[in-house]
């Protein structure tokens, strides 16, 4: 409808920024745009965005209020804010919408609330796929403001018959079957989207896990690891399945109760390349893992499957490896064990 279409700023145009842009000119909202990248702004002007200058000159295209939003790395974010504070006036709004920690935003909310300058952090999942799947959005903020920003994340979340609601929920309990929820007030969406970053650890670790153990049963000893001679606590079995990783990764997307959309790309990759060449090993972590984990310890709340997925991606980068040393060199010391070749 002509009055759900809005005008809106997006300063930073990366890999999900350029993409929420285009899906939001689909839906016919206006976009202006500016990135350090021109190339960036070009590109998308082409498109149907407006491109701009420098942060002034896109403030200067907005009708007020302004509605600006912010996809730029967490450690850019509250010089970006503070600039642009400068250049806003009383009832504009600015949404971050990157991986901002979440103990940030109620302070930059306050500090806005002085000029009167609205804040939403927005938690978002979907990744660079969001153009074509949608974008699943976490949100905090005052209430009033997400309400009026809700054309903006109707436009962005996924298609609302894309998935089924949940047997026996009450039809009118909220807008979590849209794609996109109000969590609560200033820093709410950050943090479920911490928590929600976590988990997806977690989930992938399992699946990398479950996939090297299937790898490894072609034709190798179980107790690998064990010092010839000893009885390592192992049945010595052997395991001579020469199993097709990628074909089960197929078979488990069909009916299996661990399918899923992480299923769904490990089996792409796994179809391309099953010896998956082209990965040295090494995961990164982007900081949401360690948030979770700080924030369980806040709580008291255990996390051993969270953390084991973060610590894992720590030894993948070969941060273990000096421990791993000193394993060693006390074997050697107290019992004579040498280091297989």
């Known amino acids: 409808m002509e009055r759900d279409r809005m005008q809106l700023a997006m300063v930073g145009l990366g890999r999900m920024g350029a993409d929420m842009v285009r899906r939001l000119l689909r839906s016919g909202h206006q976009c202006t745009v500016y990135d350090l990248n021109r190339e960036a702004v070009e590109n998308l002007a082409a498109e149907g965005a407006i491109g701009s200058e420098s942060l002034e000159d ?14 730029v790395p967490a450690g850019a974010v509250g010089a970006l804010i503070e600039r642009l504070a400068g250049l806003l006036d009383a009832e504009d709004i600015l949404i971050d919408g990157g991986n901002t920690h979440f103990r940030d935003d109620p302070g930059r909310a306050a500090h806005l609330a002085r000029n009167r300058i609205r804040y939403v952090d927005v938690g978002i999942s979907g990744g660079v796929w969001g153009l074509e799947r949608g974008y699943c959005q976490m949100i905090g903020g005052e209430e009033h403001t997400v309400r009026h920003l809700e054309p903006l994340f109707r436009a962005l979340a996924p298609p609302r018959d894309g998935v089924e609601p ?60 064990v010092d010839p001679g000893s009885d390592g606590g192992g049945s010595g079995e052997r395991f001579d399945y020469e199993l097709d990783v990628a074909e089960i990764a197929e078979l488990w ?7 899923s959309w992480l299923l769904d790309l490990t089996a792409q990759a796994l179809s391309r390349d099953p010896d998956l060449t082209g990965f040295s090993g090494k995961v990164a ?22 953390s084991a997925a973060l610590f894992a991606r720590f030894s993948s980068r070969g941060e273990g490896e000096f421990a791993n040393k000193v394993l060693s060199a006390m074997r050697q010391a107290f019992g004579g064990h040498l280091e297989k070749p």
């Open 285 to 306: 972590d982007s900081g949401e893992g360690r948030w979770t984990i700080r924030a369980a310890i806040d709580e008291g709340v255990p996390a051993h499957v969270l």
């Open 166 to 225: 949940t047997p026996g929920r009450n039809p009118g309990g909220g807008t979590a079957p849209e794609g996109f929820l109000h969590c609560g007030p200033a820093g709410a969406g950050h943090f479920v989207k911490m928590i929600h970053n976590g988990i997806e650890y977690a989930l992938m670790a399992a699946y990398a896990e479950g996939f090297q153990i299937l790898r490894s049963a072609g034709g190798r000893e179980g107790p690998n690891s």
């Open 58 to 71: 896109l403030v200067a295209m907005l009708p007020s209020p302004r509605v600006v939003w912010v996809m």
């Open 253 to 259: 997307r069909r009916g299996s109760v661990i399918s």
